[in-house]
Every structure is written in structure tokens, then in C-alpha cells.
């Protein structure tokens, strides 16, 4: 059985920097390609940053030059490092994992259950 496990969130002002954690067990990250994702209230999911299993990352615009994500493919680890936190970073972040190493659209099968990032002006 697989599992996606997240961590590390929590409540911060604006500033601040956050680095949360993801684990999987029943797969590994070697080779995957692997996905944080948040939504915020009343807002549609967004794809944060995605690492493909050839260590390619992508970001999406807002958060670019403020956070950072890396893979321990030795300890089954993703980490997202957020520095210069804004209020509007507030959500429940998820990680996903694919069951390819190319990340694309529809790649993400398998999701945590997320960890909430609070951050206060």
C-alpha cells in the first residue's frame, strides 16, 4: 500500500520561511517525478513546483525565487524550502508523487494528505 506523508507546516509571519517534508512508503522517489501542490480557501488546487525523476524542477511564477524544492532519493525524502513568506502563500500543501519520472499534466496518482501553511501579516 502506498503512502504520501507531508510535514512541517505551520503558522509563521509574513517573512518567515517554512521547509516542509514529504516521505513515501510502497514506492520510491528514485526516478519519480514528484509534485507540491497547495489550495488555498475557496480557491482551485495549484501546482507549486514539481522535481522529475532527472532532478528538471519547475515553479510556478509566485513563488519563484523564494522557495526551493530537493529530493533525498537515499532517504525517500522531498523537501520544499520557503523562504520570504507572503500571507498569501496561506494553504494546505500537498505532495504528490507520479508513476513516471516525467512530470506532466495528469502524471500525479498517488497524494498526501497535507499540511496546513499559515502565514500572518
Known amino acids: 500500500q502506498v503512502q504520501v506523508v507531508e510535514s512541517g507546516g505551520g503558522s509563521v509571519q509574513a517573512g518567515g520561511s517554512l521547509r516542509l517534508s514529504c516521505t513515501t512508503s510502497g514506492i520510491s522517489m528514485d526516478y519519480r517525478c514528484m509534485g507540491w501542490f497547495r489550495q488555498a480557501p475557496d480557491k482551485g488546487r495549484e501546482k507549486v513546483t514539481e522535481i522529475s525523476g532527472y532532478g528538471i524542477t519547475s515553479y510556478v511564477d509566485s513563488v519563484k525565487g523564494r522557495f526551493t524544492v530537493s529530493k533525498d532519493n537515499a532517504k525517500n525524502i522531498l523537501y520544499l524550502q520557503m523562504n520570504s513568506l507572503k500571507p498569501e502563500d496561506t494553504a494546505l500543501y500537498y505532495c504528490?508523487?507520479?508513476?513516471?519520472?516525467?512530470?506532466?499534466?495528469?502524471?500525479?496518482?498517488?497524494w498526501g494528505q497535507g499540511t496546513q501553511v499559515t502565514v500572518s501579516s
Open positions: 504528490a508523487a507520479a508513476n513516471t519520472g516525467l512530470c506532466s499534466r495528469d502524471a500525479y496518482t498517488y
